[in-house]
Structures are given as structure tokens and as C-alpha cells.
């Protein structure tokens, strides 16, 4: 006979839902244990009308749960870990972090909001996270297309609730008192409730005519330990943390670690107004990005990661001195170190009057208005009104390969729905496949670039083409310089040959470093431009 487990959790919809898949993940992995769910009602739950930033006391969502738990009238509990204080009681542990969840942000609009915005109107968006709150602002007032610069763009307007309840109000009648245009929440959250059939049969009527935005984490980190789920159980129950153990996963465990100690060191909790989001990038490792104020209103703007020696030749204090920077797109650093910044260079520019879409007919566009997901490799890509129109349909949708491409297609009136953030296609692959969003299958996407650029899955559209002409400026006066930041994998393959023997290469993550890896020249990876212009200026 099996033994019997009582896992206690909240009743919400997606607290219901994270505890089912434990409560599966554990008979799976433990065929001799049955999991039985307790619901509980918590103060969280109870109170609706007050923002969690005024609440008083820790352990709003969980302290009638820890209470079961510690009583012995259930064996284990299952919590977002985000809403959990850092000075649990000792009487309970932690016994498993498994695989986390995707950790974004998403805004949800509703079905009227792009046709409100394109009107004029400032979209009312629901949230009563001051994190969220402090990182927003700013960026949608770049990231949303059709309004004029220096009107809002947004108001922000508080909200409580679950998952379907805040979702709810999207669908509202426009102008009824609890209408919103958009609401934020975790991509977490709304992935599990998709996986799990009950929940995306309720869920079902809630996402149609919605309008998705997931937000970058390097400028809009989330909470830490977001998208990880904390199962504990009493410290003294050795039986059933054995059984935990199981689903316990390191990585997660060390992410969500690393995110906690800034929450401890700046002293937050759910009033806290910075985010702070692990990331993984293919040859930079282990990336932490950390944004907002911190309680004392001081802003927190940094990127922790294991950062190479200086280099070569640059002085022990840094100041700027060597060679003075050519017009090739360099900067000086003491020592002789002569830097050739390639993100800023002009040979990356389209030749606009000869530009590849130009010198088509309109029928080469016809793929472009037809295809439901498009990719934007950057913001040159959409050279003219005419391609701006073509990926502007109701029913199209746009990503982009970095922020500063998402907010110069938003200036052209293009609803971006989110982007690589200069990390490469492979670095959000796995978000573009999840089954919530409903997005095609990578050879399903049309990618407009240049004519030069290759790309390995999906329909290549060329919209423009580099000009020649800036390619014999960028080649001269090279010889002169010591290190080099690749802008992309095009502009390394045109000008390497110009470089001098010795030379430091470095690029951003992504397809450039796959360029330059297959080229066999030695290169360092940088999880940003703004991070290797600091270590030459170091």
C-alpha cells in the first residue's frame, strides 16, 4: 500500500496547479508515495483590496501554510519562492528548488489596447509591484509603438488578485470602472497553467484577443527567485526530504541563490523596487543583472559576471592615454591599448538608395505580409514605410534581435512582442517555443536582414545591403589597433584580413561568436558592448 503524503498549498487556480505537477513529479519519481493537496486559505488570498507594498508583516501568502506544516497536518508545502521572506523558521528547509521556469515578465494587453494606442490614448496597465514600477516606466515609453515621444504611454494602475482575475479585467468593457488595457505577470505562472489541461481549459477564454509583450531581462529584471517553485517540509522529517531530494535541481538552486543574496544585501522584500535575474550565456557563464533603486532610492544599474584580466598592456590605473582614437571607430586606453569598437561603426549602415527591398518589386514583399512570425535582425532591416507596413498586420508578430532595435521599430509604429536582447536567436529558443505563446516553429519565421547575413532556419528576406563604400573606410588605418569588438559576424568576415597578427578579438553572445569561433581565432565573450568598453577603460 502507498503511503500517503498531504501537500499543503493556496487554492488559487496557478497555486492549485504548481502543486499538482510536484505532487506528479513525486509519485513519478517515488512510485510508493501517493500525493494527497490540502488547500489553504491564506491572509493573501483573503485580502484583495490592499497593494502588497502597504501590507504589513512578512509571510503575507504563507504563513497560515507554514502553520499547517509545523501543526504536522501536512507533510510538505509547495510555494513560489519569490514570496517567500529570506529568514524562513528554522523548524522548516528547504528540501527541493526544481528545474526553474522561464523567469520574464510579460505585459498581457487586451483586445482594444493596440487600437487605444494607436489612437493616442495612454494605456492603463495593471500591477502593484513597485519593482515593476520602476523598471517599466521607462521602457515602454520606448518599447510601445504609434504615440508621440514625451507623452505617457502608460498609466500604471494598482491591482490584487490571481492569475485569471487580474487577466479578467483586460476584457472589461472599455471604460468601465475595472477596465485595463494590460496587466503584468510572471511568464512563469501562465506556462504552468497551460501545461496542466484543467487550468488552460479555464484559462482558454481569458488569452483570446490578447496582445503579448515579454519583457527583456536586462532591462526589466524580475523578483528574485521568480519562476522557481520552494517545496519545504519539517527540518526534523528526514523520510520526506529524501523523497524530495529527488526533484531538487542545482543550477536553479544556485540561481535563485545568487538573486537572494542582493535582495539580502539591499535589505528588500516585497517593497523592494530592483529587480535582480541569473542568466546563462554561451561562452560568458554565469550572468547576474541587477536594476532599479535600492531602499535608500539610490539607483542599482550592474551586470555581475566573472570578468576577465585587464588587458594586455592597459595600466594599473586606467586612465585614457595611448594612441588617440582614428576615425575607423576606435577609443584609447592607457598603455598602448587602441580599441577598434565595431557596434559603433558606420560599415554597418544600409546603402538606403539601393537598398535590396528597393530595387525589388512589390512582390518580393508578399512573404514578408503573409508570414505570421517575423524577426527583425535589426532595426535597418525595416528600411522603408513600405516594410514597416508589410509586418504591421493585426495578425502578425514581431520580434527583434536587441533593445535598441525594439525601440527604433517602435518608433516606426511596430508592436514588438519581445526580443534576443543581443544575446542570439539560440538564446530564446526555448521561449519562442512555448506552447502558450502560439508562436511557429523556427522554420516557420521570415527574417529580414541584409543581403550578406545567412541564416539557418527559416525564409531569408534581404531588405538592405552594406555599403560598399563604408567598407573601404573601415578597412584603413586598422594596423594601428590592438583590440577589437566585432559588431556582427559579417563585418569580422570583411575585415579580418586588415587586422594585425596579435590582435584581441571579443563580441556579444550569439551568432557573431559563432563566426568567429569557426574562423579559429581566439576571442573573448562579453555579456554586453557597455561591459567590454568598461574593461578597456578599466
Known amino acids: 500500500m502507498k503511503k500517503i503524503l498531504k501537500l499543503g498549498t493556496r487554492r488559487s487556480l496557478l497555486a492549485w496547479t504548481q502543486s499538482s505537477w510536484v505532487a506528479r513529479e513525486i509519485e513519478k519519481t517515488s512510485p510508493d508515495i501517493a500525493v494527497e493537496l490540502v488547500g489553504i486559505e491564506t491572509q493573501g488570498d483573503r485580502i484583495q483590496d490592499i497593494p502588497l507594498q502597504k501590507v504589513e508583516g512578512k509571510e503575507f501568502f504563507v504563513a497560515e501554510i507554514d502553520q499547517a506544516l509545523r501543526a504536522g497536518s501536512v507533510d510538505l508545502t509547495v510555494h513560489s519562492l519569490k514570496d517567500l521572506s529570506l529568514d524562513r523558521p528554522s523548524e522548516f528547509v528547504s528540501a527541493a528548488i526544481p528545474r526553474r521556469e522561464n523567469s520574464r515578465d510579460v505585459i498581457l494587453f487586451g483586445p482594444h489596447a493596440r487600437a487605444r494606442l494607436a489612437a493616442g490614448q495612454a494605456l ?9 514600477l520602476e523598471n517599466l516606466r521607462g521602457f515602454l515609453d520606448r518599447a510601445l509603438p504609434f504615440t508621440e515621444k514625451g507623452h505617457p504611454r502608460a498609466q500604471f494602475v494598482e491591482i490584487r488578485g490571481n492569475v485569471n482575475t487580474r487577466l479578467s479585467r483586460v476584457h472589461e468593457a472599455v471604460g468601465a470602472e475595472k477596465y485595463l488595457d494590460g496587466v503584468v505577470l510572471a511568464f512563469a505562472g501562465l506556462i504552468r497553467l497551460n501545461s496542466d489541461s484543467e487550468a488552460r481549459e479555464k484559462m482558454a477564454p481569458l488569452m483570446r484577443g490578447i ?29 520526506v526530504q529524501g523523497v524530495l531530494k529527488k526533484l531538487d535541481h542545482a543550477t536553479s538552486r544556485a540561481e535563485v541563490a545568487a538573486e537572494r543574496a542582493i535582495l539580502r544585501r539591499s535589505g528588500g522584500g516585497c517593497h523592494q523596487k530592483f529587480g535582480a535575474s541569473a542568466l546563462t550565456l554561451d561562452g560568458v557563464g554565469k550572468v547576474l543583472v541587477i536594476r532599479g533603486r535600492d531602499q535608500a532610492g539610490v539607483e542599482m544599474n550592474e551586470i555581475q559576471w566573472d570578468r576577465p584580466a585587464k588587458p594586455a598592456g592597459l595600466g594599473a590605473s586606467g586612465a585614457a592615454g595611448g594612441a588617440a582614437a582614428g576615425a575607423a571607430g576606435g577609443t584609447a586606453a592607457a598603455g598602448g591599448v587602441r580599441a577598434w569598437d565595431g557596434s559603433l561603426h558606420r560599415a554597418e549602415k544600409a546603402t538606403r538608395g539601393q537598398s535590396a527591398i528597393q530595387e525589388a518589386t512589390h512582390a518580393r514583399l508578399d512573404p514578408v ?80 536582414t541584409h543581403e550578406d547575413s545567412s541564416v539557418e532556419e527559416g525564409t531569408k528576406v534581404a531588405t538592405y545591403r552594406i555599403s560598399e563604400e563604408s567598407e573601404r573606410d573601415a578597412s584603413q588605418d586598422l594596423v594601428g589597433y590592438t583590440h577589437f569588438f566585432w559588431g556582427s559576424g559579417t563585418q569580422f568576415q570583411k575585415h579580418i584580413r586588415h587586422v594585425p597578427p596579435g590582435a584581441h578579438h571579443a563580441c556579444g553572445a550569439g551568432k557573431t561568436a559563432k563566426v568567429l569561433r569557426d574562423a579559429g581565432v581566439a576571442f573573448q565573450v562579453f555579456p554586453s558592448i557597455e561591459e567590454w568598453r568598461k574593461w578597456i577603460q578599466n
Not at 526555448?430 to 519565421?445: A, C, F, H, R, V
Open 369 to 448: 505580409s503573409q508570414a505570421s512570425c517575423v524577426f527583425v535582425a535589426h532595426s535597418r532591416a525595416v528600411p522603408t514605410a513600405e516594410v514597416a507596413a508589410a509586418i504591421s498586420g493585426p495578425g502578425q508578430r514581431v520580434w527583434t534581435a536587441g533593445v535598441q532595435s525594439w525601440w527604433k521599430l517602435a518608433e516606426k509604429g511596430i508592436w514588438v512582442e519581445g526580443c534576443a536582447e543581443g544575446f542570439g536567436w539560440d538564446h530564446i529558443r526555448k521561449t519562442l517555443s512555448e506552447p502558450i505563446l502560439g508562436l511557429s516553429k523556427p522554420d516557420g519565421w521570415v527574417i529580414l
Open 124 to 132: 492603463k496597465i495593471g500591477t502593484s509591484s513597485p519593482r515593476r
Open 211 to 239: 496582445h503579448w509583450m515579454v519583457l527583456p531581462l536586462t532591462e526589466n529584471p524580475t523578483a528574485p527567485g521568480q519562476g522557481a517553485l520552494a517545496i519545504e517540509c519539517r527540518a526534523n522529517d528526514s523520510a
